[in-house]
């Protein structure tokens, strides 16, 4: 038996949700390109769903169905107050409270098809809630009930400010979300379809996936590359500063991937949001900064920037909290997660790959007193 580190090149599953193909990445053979110029993030999610894109009363029904459930229930909002506010990162607050959302669904054990699709929805809406909730409680602020004619994304940001969101940071967070959705065998997401593939419910598969994509090698990247953007403070400290962080095999975080060798085309288009947000908000200093990481990283280790990197500028420049970014991913990336629970369980067998051992040969039990 060999084994590949970290599971690299392996086919582990077929899935006909999204694909990476020489660089090029793909909802149902919708090229991201496309998908980010055009797609509403609810019309990605039906996509993503549904294996093909909604028709106008499709789309409709779709809205009005995330519109009907995004409330959650009082019990969860209240146990964000029980929480020790300030030390509780929102991915933790996230992870618990998506669980407990589990003990709320009368459904949670039902494992029909009509059943876990509901809770399809009930997870995509209800997500943004919590967010947005536990950002505005751990501030002693209320949270803020959601509006039914926003869509999915300027609801988003009406229930983190209570303000309505201006059109350009709407247009940019629906693109954020559509960027964010799905990306084929993903960490996260293979933890989700491990987890229901020995048939655990929905909230499991989800549970685990958030606590997955919070580790700063995947989705809790983001956030990193704003505390490194933040720790150099200006364009003329970044050559200083990155260039000691790999002279002492620091990694650089939003760089590198396990798939793409030339470049995630996913991210020229936070690039580009990054380069106009910044500028609007009169802090074209992150790009600045943000630019000059990328020449000397992919100089001089060839390393591309990778989805988490311009995001990081681009949700600051939209006066997001920075331990929310990861958060964000995950309200995106559940549509994702759901869609492959869900094929999951359409064509399920157990997942449950082997280890090559490399302990010691057979040993005889020693008594402890002879040891
Ligand atoms: C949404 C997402 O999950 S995208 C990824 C988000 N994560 C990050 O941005 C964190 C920084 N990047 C990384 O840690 C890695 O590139 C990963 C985790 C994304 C991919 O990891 P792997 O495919 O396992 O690559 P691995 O970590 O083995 O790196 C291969 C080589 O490139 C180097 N390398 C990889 N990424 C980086 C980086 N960001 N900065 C500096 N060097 C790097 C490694 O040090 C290693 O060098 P070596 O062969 O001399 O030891
Ligand atoms: O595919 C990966 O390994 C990580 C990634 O970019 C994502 O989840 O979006």
């Known amino acids: 038996m060999s084994s590949a580190k970290g599971l690299e090149g392996i086919v582990a599953t077929q899935s006909a949700i999204s694909s990476i193909i020489d660089d090029t990445l793909t909802y149902v053979g919708y090229d991201i390109d496309d998908l980010a110029d055009h797609a509403s993030f609810e019309e990605v999610v ?6 093909r ?3 106008a009363d499709e789309l409709a029904e779709l809205k009005q169905q995330l519109a009907d459930n995004m409330s959650v229930p009082e019990e969860v909002l209240a146990h964000f107050k029980t929480y020790p506010i ?35 929805i009930q997870l995509q809406a209800k997500m943004s809630t919590l967010v947005t909730a536990f950002a505005r409680v751990r ?13 999915y994304a300027a609801n988003f940001l009406y229930m983190l400010t209570g303000e309505m969101p201006e059109d350009i940071a709407v247009e940019a967070f629906n693109k954020a979300l559509v960027l964010h959705a799905d990306h084929e065998l993903n960490a996260s997401t293979f933890t989700a379809r491990v987890c229901v593939a020995t048939l655990s419910d929905v909230y499991s ?13 995947h989705g809790g990247a983001n956030e990193q590359v704003m505390k490194m953007l933040m720790e150099i403070g200006s364009v003329d400290r970044v050559d200083s500063v990155i260039q000691e962080k790999l002279n002492n095999k620091e990694k650089i975080m939003g760089f590198g991937h396990r798939v793409y060798r030339k470049g995630d085309p996913r991210a020229k288009h936070l690039r580009e949001m990054s380069k106009k947000l910044t500028a609007l908000r009169g802090e074209e200093k992150w790009y600045e900064m ?14 591309p920037p990778n989805v988490d990197f311009y995001s990081a ?34 064509n399920n067998r157990l997942i449950r790959p082997r280890a090559e051992y490399i302990g010691p040969g057979m040993q005889k039990y020693v008594p402890v007193n002879e040891r």
Request: proline share 5%; no cysteine.
């Open 46 to 51: 039906y996509l993503l769903w549904h294996q």
């Open 53 to 55: 894109l909604p028709k």
């Open 86 to 120: 300030e030390k509780v990162h929102p991915m933790t607050a996230l992870r618990t409270a998506v669980s407990m959302l589990g003990l709320y669904d009368e459904k949670a054990e039902d494992m029909s098809d009509e059943a876990n699709y509901l809770k399809a």
């Open 139 to 151: 501030k002693g602020l209320e949270p803020i009930q959601p509006k039914s004619d926003l869509s």
């Open 205 to 217: 598969g989800v549970v685990a996936a958030i606590g997955a994509l919070k580790g700063p090698l």
């Open 290 to 303: 943000s630019i000059k990481i990328e020449d000397i990283v992919t100089g001089q280790k060839n390393l």
């Open 313 to 346: 500028s681009v949700y600051h420049s939209l006066n997001i909290d920075h331990d929310l970014f990861t958060p964000i991913f995950a309200v995106s990336r559940v549509s994702g997660w759901l869609a492959h629970i869900l094929e999951q369980y359409a």
